[in-house]
């Protein structure tokens, strides 16, 4: 008993030495040169990642301006159709559209030699769709996207009159709008944005805009900003006049499509019948219709029936069109 309040204090100083050995001692320098080594191997990797990204998008980038030099070699008025397929919003190119025509053209023109078609019928048809259902393809995406940016544009202006309302600047006020809309709308205000901090005037990232997406409602918010900008005024009231008067217009063009939707039916339907019912005699009997492609006469009457059904297309197409 005697000797326990020693072999107490024995163990005391012990454990007093030994935290004082390893507060003192620091680290383990095996320990320290492994989490070295790990990190130095961490931060190797990372910058390998980095560089393999970055050369895989170098690679795809010279593929894909090796591919559009090629293509616009052949494609009609290829910087057109730079600016077309920047409508849509795709991340398309012109060697992409080009091989996507190219892709439809043999395509079709193999399959049609091998159905029996002669082989100049089989290549022309080929060539139409191949150059047609690229150009409709791109066209309607353009159309839907525009539709888009267009419903949705009022209420990024009323966006922005609450935003000038409530006192912030038309910078700001625009890369609110951009970050808070979203579809095309919000696509659209962020490349401004993005524009304006690379030094670029207000009016120019909108004009350019404007000139990308060539809507006259989007031109016309441009133009309230800059006729403001220049004769002064309440710009917010300026602009919810300008969401009123979008959103009319968008109504109107509704009513217009609702009116005109059994005229346009008719004539899908009339205009779409001859060809298929000259298919489905094709598939019936293709060796009675082959002599439309060689007697002379019912190859004139074939032409004059396709013009005479162009013209009534075109006249049918100008009668529901509407400008507003």
Known sequence: ?????????????????????LAFSGPSAQRAQARRLTSLRARHSDVENVVEAQMA????????????????????????????LAKTGKPWTVGQYGL??????????????????????????????????????????IKRRVAQFTTKLPDAIELLVRG????????????????????????????VTDKMKIGRTMDAALQDTADRLGTPEFQFFVISIAIQRETGGNLAETLANLATVLRMRGQMKLKIKAMSSESKASAYIIGSLPFIVFGMIWMINSSYMQTFFIDQR???????????????????????????
């Open 57 to 84: 998008r170098r690679i795809s980038a010279a593929r894909a301006n090796r591919m559009d030099g090629y293509a616009s070699q052949f494609l009609p008025r290829p910087a057109e159709l730079k600016k077309r």
């Open 1 to 21: 008993m005697e000797m326990m309040p020693f072999m107490m204090l024995v163990g005391g100083a012990g454990a007093v030495l030994l935290l004082l050995v």
């Open 164 to 191: 000038l309302r409530s006192g912030l600047p038309i910078t700001e006020t625009i890369g609110v709008v951009g970050s808070e809309m979203k579809g095309p709308v919000g696509v659209e205000f962020r490349t």
């Open 298 to 324: 019912l190859m004139v009457a074939g032409g004059g029936g396709l013009c005479w059904m162009g013209i009534g297309a075109f006249i049918m197409a100008k009668m529901i069109n509407f400008e507003i």
């Open 100 to 141: 996507a025509t190219l892709g439809i053209i043999v395509v079709v023109a193999g399959l049609g030699w091998l159905k029996g078609l002669p082989i100049l019928l089989a290549l022309l048809v080929g060539v139409m769709l191949g150059a047609g259902i690229p150009h409709f393809a791109v066209g309607f995406f």
